[in-house]
């Protein structure tokens, strides 16, 4: 909402109030002002001029001389290359010394040897914005009306000496709408008087009985309907105060009957809608719902079908508009409109908001009966158009008004006990001066037992509770006079669930072990979404039903293909060496269209390409490999308590490569997988080799430890042993580490693998595999006789099992 | 015999003072000293000596070994000395080179902030709630008093999955689904951070994918100066001890009264800058008081129970805190933005 400060004068006093303390004031007490527009863009000595001659340049076809009255001793000339300026017109000029908005300083000057002495100016000169003017009044200079006075300061004629506050009303604040209701806002601030405008009318014309007959078919939509008939209407412009404050609104003036009707939608917040009588048959307004089927041509020319569900005004015949949303050309006053169906309506907030969404149509009108209008504006703003109609439109006003209600409106009483007022806010109000507070509203308020008895106006139809009274006594009484306290309760134990803690520890280690945490959306393309493999049975990516995009229409159902976008980002910003990992939630379902909640699984993606160690002076670069990954997925799982954690080469997963992939295990469950991503993919993306890990969190939760355990340190030494083999290459080293750990027995404290090596002189397919074993009795100190034996028990086992010898 | 011994002193402590290592000063020792050694050998043929001359000579001898050990000792130590001397000057490396490099990642800067804004709460006697990010329209509008045509779900254009689910709008389910699982016992004290969706085009400042925090506190006697009084400790805590916090009516149709939070602008600390657009202020949250629609839906009687929430979006903390001018940067991941949270 636009609210003109000269315009707002009209109904509340401002004296000493400047436009920006308005605004803070507004501000700070619930109504916020989001910018003041001083509609002055710089203009100063600028009157209105009366053009007495205008000849012809002697020597340029397109300029004329004027001669014009600004009222002072000497008629200035003027220089004017405008095509639409004449002699007689009224126009503004800007004198020597003049200054425009730009900087442009008027001078005198002499334009092909002839003297000018001043401007003639177009609207645009002077900062207006132009198109909010008539379309004539937009190309050229600004011809004034006839009444304009000779010699006044055009700055205030044209109302450039005012400011333009800028509301941005939330939704409850819809009586703020209109003049009227931030004139109440701005009194209860300030505490001062609200002066109405004067609804006086003069009803000389015939009765409106038998000419206009209005009937509501569909009272769930319409709770009143008033209509009121003016007949004799000359067409014409409206006054320039009128248009004025139009156009500090942001409306563009139109006619006089048009602009009567924004501006008292303007005033009193109530839309209203002029039809031309003659066009509507038999003068009998009904209103319903649409036929099915049934179309309607809009003010704009546009042929319109229409819904069953939405609320039309017709006559006997016809649909003559859309309820709320827009008039019907069929009915449209023109310039042979004589006389004037004035309608005054409430519609259902609700209907006219689901009409205007669909049909793509909202306007002013339609976005104030969307939160309903005020119940008690319905008649006033008939009579105050009516009224204007008369002095404006020369019309004249049939006695009497035309109306169906099919709903009484009752201004409700609310009990507001102060104890609850001070309870809820922490202050120690007085129960008078919350009494201060409502009569600054004008709300009437009683003293009761507990309180006080508050009657709400109709205009305030946000307020149907105690507590919305609450917040009004807050607002004016000051947020920032409320104390500053700590709740009273006891303390309470805060902290993080250990899945939470987990969760962090997670975090932690990994960007220990050099990864970057990344963020990436949730919403999928689904040309890349399916990539990689799922965790479980394929699920059916979920689609949003208004994408904004392509890339961005599906739920995802993994995080690899993000990561996979989020390196392809990166390299092409010359960040080749990447090491990132996200943990989020991928949306899973069964169900091909969704009826419940789809399940939000936890999962951890992690993804490594490029350089692992970079060049230094001790190392050459080392491009990263599947053992740096899996070193770190290593340090992952001790660290997050995953024991037991077993390695199984993995030959078929979609997206991976068949040869460098393992899944992974903890107590024998699959809880994820990692590898290198298949060539295939890495050319999808445009990427290099990458290595990338996808664990199932919620999965591996339960099955961690979270405790140490504590053995107290050994009291007998341990004895370390080699083993070197030679095997076939097919034969993977973690098979053979579990038949170490198997065959070695309980004396075997640790074994792992320091070497390996193939060539020549192992001979061809076969590979060598060193380990060292670490025997230990934790009771009494081993012999060489148990270790022996234990080493050959070993040797035995991988000798039948795979035909291993001994590396001499 | 005496001159024998004369001479052996002579010699020995000679060749004791040229010797060179302490190897070679380790075979003068067993030369002179040994079990076979020529003191030793003196000292054998002691028993030829007439008696009266045994105790000079074997007084004689003490002294000569005395000697010998002596000059040992010192020449032992100062030869360890110079072995020692010279292994620190071959040892000698240059210490400019650089360290060899160790990887070191850090995490998210949302991750951050929501962890700090996390154990502030957590201080306070918070616990933290997750809920899905995927909602119900129950859940995200009605049971927040937004039924269904409420003017007010203008404001939040939504991801619509079918007619009853969407993406959350807002991290505010959370707040019904703890109460409803907490069936009215109090204090209900959570926040709950987390993933939102808005229909938003993406630009510098917009983001159809953003991150709140969500608190809620729920109590007998929680009044409006509660609220105030634990969003200015947050605020001191987050921001600086200095800040102040300035309260604005607004409207959210969970919460009457209802508020805007302002914190001074840690930039000009108050006097007005372009950050703060010249107000000394910086609007960082949204809050009140619970709607009684909220606290009744939800199984709490208004009557008997009151209580505050507030929301924050993290991007915007992040944003502030850091002069990060894009919101685009926290999901595109640039590894030249992602680095410079390493802290």
Redesign the interface.
């Known amino acids: 909402m636009k609210v003109s400060y000269n315009w707002l004068k009209q109904y509340v006093d401002l004296q000493g109030v400047s436009p920006e303390e308005l605004a803070e004031k507004l ?4 109504v ?1 002002v989001e910018g003041i527009e001083n509609r002055n863009k710089g203009v100063s000595q600028i009157f209105i001029g009366y053009v007495a001659e205008k000849a012809k340049h002697p020597d340029a076809d397109k300029l004329n001389v004027c001669q014009v009255d600004v009222g002072q001793a000497e008629r200035l000339q003027i220089v004017c290359g405008a095509k639409n300026v004449d002699a007689g017109q009224k126009v503004v000029v800007s004198v020597v010394g003049a200054q425009l908005p730009g900087g442009l300083k008027i001078k005198k000057a002499k334009l092909r040897g002839v003297e000018s002495q001043g401007m003639i100016c177009s609207a645009k000169e002077l900062g207006m914005n132009d198109k909010l003017l008539p379309k004539d009044q937009q190309e050229g200079i600004l011809v004034l009306p006839e009444e304009a006075e000779v010699g006044q300061d055009a700055i205030s004629y044209l109302g450039l000496d005012d400011a333009v506050l800028e509301l941005g009303l ?5 009586d703020c709408l209109s003049m009227i209701g931030v004139a109440y806002e701005v009194a209860a601030i300030l505490d001062r008087e609200v002066k109405l405008p004067d609804l006086s009318l003069e009803e000389e014309g015939a009765s409106i009985e038998d000419k206009v007959h209005v009937q509501i078919e569909a009272p769930e939509h319409c709770s009143k309907y008033a209509a009121r008939l003016i007949t004799g209407i000359k067409l014409g412009p409206s006054p320039f105060w009128m248009q004025s404050c139009l156009m500090a609104a942001g409306v563009r003036p139109i006619n006089n009957i048009v602009d009567i009707t924004n501006y008292v939608m303007l005033e009193q917040g109530q839309p209203l809608h002029a039809f031309d009588y003659d066009r509507v048959e038999n003068g009998k307004i009904i209103v319903r719902l649409a036929h099915p089927n049934e179309t309607i041509q809009t003010l704009d020319d546009i042929e319109r079908k229409l819904d069953p569900d939405m609320l039309l005004i017709t006559d006997v015949s016809k649909p003559v508009g859309i309820a709320g949303v827009m008039g019907g050309a069929n009915s449209e006053v023109n310039v042979d409109t004589v006389s004037i169906l004035l309608e005054s309506a409430q519609f259902s ?2 209907s006219i ?2 009409t205007a969404k669909k049909l793509g149509l909202r306007s002013e009108a339609s976005s104030r009966f ?2 309903e209008v005020n119940p008690d504006a319905v008649m006033d703003a008939l009579n105050r158009a009516a009224q204007l109609m008369i002095t404006l439109g020369g019309g004249k006003v049939a006695k009497g008004v035309a109306v169906e209600t099919t709903k009484e409106w009752k201004e409700p009483t609310i009990s507001l006990r102060l104890e609850r007022v001070n ?5 120690s109000l007085e129960v008078g001066q919350v009494q201060e507070i409502m009569r600054r509203l004008r709300f009437a308020a009683a003293e009761s037992e507990q309180g006080l008895q508050v009657t709400v106006p109709l205009r305030r139809q946000d307020i149907t ?1 105690e ?2 009274l ?2 009004e006594v ?2 004016l009484h000051g ?2 006079q ?8 006891g ?7 250990d899945y ?1 803690q987990w969760q ?1 520890t997670i ?2 280690t ?14 999928s393309d689904e040309k890349v979404m399916y990539d990689f493999a799922p965790f479980e049975a394929e699920h059916k990516g ?7 995009s392509e890339e ?1 229409s599906h ?1 995802r159902v993994h995080l690899l293909p993000h990561l996979l976008e ?1 390196a392809s ?2 390299q092409n ?1 010359q ?1 080749n060496d ?3 990992f996200e943990m989020g ?1 991928v ?1 899973l379902t069964e169900e091909a ?3 419940k ?2 399940k ?1 699984k936890l999962c951890l993606g992690g993804l490594l390409t490029g350089t ?3 060049q ?4 050459k670069p080392q491009s990263v490999d599947f053992y740096d990954m899996k070193g770190i997925l290593e340090m992952l799982f001790a660290t997050i308590g995953a024991e037991q954690v077993v390695y199984r080469s993995a030959e078929n997963l979609k997206g991976m490569h068949p040869g460098r992939t393992t899944e992974i295990l903890v107590q024998n469950i699959p809880v994820g997988y990692a590898g290198q991503i298949h060539p295939e993919l890495q050319n999808k993306y445009d990427i290099q080799e990458a290595y990338v890990f996808y664990i199932d969190l919620e999965k591996l939760f339960p099955l961690v430890k979270r405790t140490n355990d504590y053995t107290p340190l050994p009291k007998y030494p341990a004895s370390s042993r080699d083993l070197s083999i030679v095997v076939d290459q097919a034969i993977s080293a973690g098979d053979i580490e579990q038949t170490i750990v198997e065959a070695a027995g309980a004396i075997l404290e640790d074994v792992h693998l320091f070497d390996v090596f193939t060539g020549e002189k192992i001979g061809a397919g076969k590979k060598s595999l060193a380990f060292s074993l670490l025997y230990r009795n934790p009771e009494a100190t081993l012999t060489d006789q148990e270790v022996n034996e234990a080493q050959e028990r070993v040797l035995q086992e991988l000798t039948a099992k795979y035909q291993a010898e001994l590396r001499m | 015999m005496r001159d024998k011994l004369v001479q052996l002193k002579t010699e020995a402590l000679e060749q004791f003072q040229q010797a060179s290592s302490l190897n070679s000063l380790n075979e003068l020792r067993v030369q002179y000293l040994g079990k076979k050694g020529e003191l030793t050998e003196i000292l054998k043929g002691m028993g030829k000596l007439p008696a009266e001359e045994r105790p000079l000579i074997g007084q004689l001898v003490n002294e000569v070994r005395d000697a010998l050990e002596q000059l040992l000792e010192e020449r032992k130590v100062s030869l360890e000395q110079a072995a020692i001397n010279d292994r620190l000057s071959k040892e000698r490396i240059d210490v400019t080179l650089p360290g060899k490099k160790v990887a070191k990642g850090n995490t998210h800067p949302l991750t951050q902030i929501v962890e700090q804004i996390e154990d502030i709460f957590i201080g306070l006697g918070f616990t933290v709630a997750e809920g899905p990010e995927m909602e119900t329209d129950y859940y995200n509008f009605e049971a927040l008093n937004l039924p269904k045509d409420h003017p007010a779900r203008d404001m939040q254009d939504s991801f619509y999955i079918s007619e009853e689910i969407l993406m959350r709008t807002h991290t505010s389910p959370n707040q019904v689904r703890t109460m409803e699982s907490r069936k009215g016992e109090v204090p209900v004290k959570i926040i709950c951070p987390g993933r939102v969706y808005r229909r938003d085009d993406d630009d510098a400042t917009h983001s159809h994918m953003f991150h709140q925090i969500e608190g809620l506190y729920i109590d007998k006697n929680i009044r409006m100066s509660d609220l105030k009084g634990v969003l200015l400790a947050f605020a001191r805590e987050m921001f600086g001890e200095d800040v102040q916090i300035r309260l604005r009516p607004s409207f959210f149709p969970f919460t009457e009264p209802s508020a805007e939070v302002d914190v001074t602008c840690a930039v000009c600390k108050g006097s007005g800058c372009r950050v703060c657009k010249e107000t000394g202020w910086l609007e960082i949250l949204g809050s009140g008081m619970v709607h009684p629609k909220v606290l009744e839906m939800s199984g709490y009687d208004p009557e008997k129970y009151t209580g505050f929430a507030f929301g924050m979006g993290v991007e915007r903390i992040a944003m502030l805190k850091y002069g990060i001018e894009d919101i685009r940067h926290f999901y595109t991941n640039d590894l030249k933005f992602l680095k410079q949270f390493n802290r």
Request: charged share 25%; no cysteine.
């Open positions: 501000t700070r007490s619930g916020e939330t939704p409850n604040r819809s907030g609700v908001r689901k969307e939160k309870g809820y806010l922490g202050t509770r507590v919305d609450i917040e807050a607002r947020y920032d409320i104390p500053i306290s700590l709740p009273e309760g303390t309470t134990r805060g902290g993080l669930t939470q962090r975090r932690n990994l960007t220990s072990a050099g990864l970057f945490e990344v963020f990436t959306y949730a919403f979920i689609p949003l039903t208004m994408p904004m961005r739920l989020t980002y990166n910003r960040n990447l090491s990132i939630r949306f269209e969704l009826t909640l789809p939000e692992w160690l970079p230094q002076w001790t190392n």
